[in-house]
């Protein structure tokens, strides 16, 4: 039973197009991040919701934004997709900040034509 | 950031052998998280630590708090097919709240 749900898991978008990646959860976790992955990397942090507040990573690029309309669901948007852009984008949850285990949904892989 | 160094970066081995790999930071962590993550799909939580000195097992999979709190140890035995994928660390300390940081990954490949 999936805990974390990611949709679509595939997307393709053409450069500049606005896009849309969500993320749900049922695990009734107070905290939902989103990573960005590009090839034989790491996951990046870009942002984090703990409940209704949403922090910013530094060095996260303006075009991306993210919306949490409840506990369940968080989206991931990116205004102006680039080809830098494309990559496997990756949503988590926590059950808390801290020291809480981050639970991934299976990715969305964005390209950008 | 916080800097973790991972290593080996990949490894080759027969189906049987055991593997260890490990994960470095310059700073004192206060909790070590392993996943394992196959192509295409998300990372999946292995094992997780909140102790210097703790050592935790998964079935084959066996991970440990260094002592120093600057380090990781994951150790798989016994590795079949299954176990191919690239392995990450991530560690976290209080000074940057709740961001978890990742080491580079270890790639995996069993030989049969």
């Known amino acids: 039973d999936a805990m974390v749900i990611q949709n679509p898991r595939y997307q393709v978008t053409q450069f500049g197009k606005p896009v849309t990646l969500s993320c749900s959860q049922t695990?009734?976790?107070?905290?939902m991040y989103w990573y960005q992955q590009k090839s034989s990397q790491a996951p990046k942090l870009l942002f984090h919701?703990?409940?209704?507040?949403?922090?910013n990573e530094a060095d996260t690029p303006d075009n991306f934004q993210s919306r949490r309309p409840n506990t369940s669901f968080c989206f991931l948007d990116i205004r102006s997709p680039g080809l830098g852009d494309a990559a496997m984008y990756l949503c988590?949850?926590?059950?808390?900040?801290?020291?809480?285990?981050?639970?991934f949904g299976p990715g969305t892989r964005l390209t950008v034509t | 950031g916080q800097q973790l160094n991972q290593s080996p970066q990949s490894m080759f081995i027969q189906e049987g052998e055991d593997v260890s790999m490990n994960c470095t930071s310059s700073?004192?962590?206060?909790?070590w998280l392993w996943y394992k993550q196959d192509p295409g799909e998300g990372p999946v939580l292995l094992i997780a630590?909140?102790?210097?000195?703790e050592l935790t097992s998964n079935g084959r999979l066996t991970a440990q708090f260094g002592i120093t709190r600057k380090d990781s140890f994951l150790n798989i035995s016994a590795s079949i097919p299954s176990d191919v994928g690239i392995y990450f660390c991530?560690?976290?300390?209080?000074?940057?709240?709740?961001?978890?940081?990742f080491g580079t990954g270890t790639s995996l490949t069993v030989i049969p």
């Open positions: 919701y703990y409940d209704k507040d949403f922090n």
């Open positions: 991530a560690g976290q300390t209080y000074d940057t709240g709740n961001q978890f940081y």
């Open positions: 988590a949850t926590s059950r808390a900040q801290g020291t809480y285990e981050q639970y």
């Open positions: 630590l909140y102790k210097a000195g």
């Open positions: 695990l009734n976790h107070n905290v």
């Open positions: 700073s004192i962590f206060n909790t």
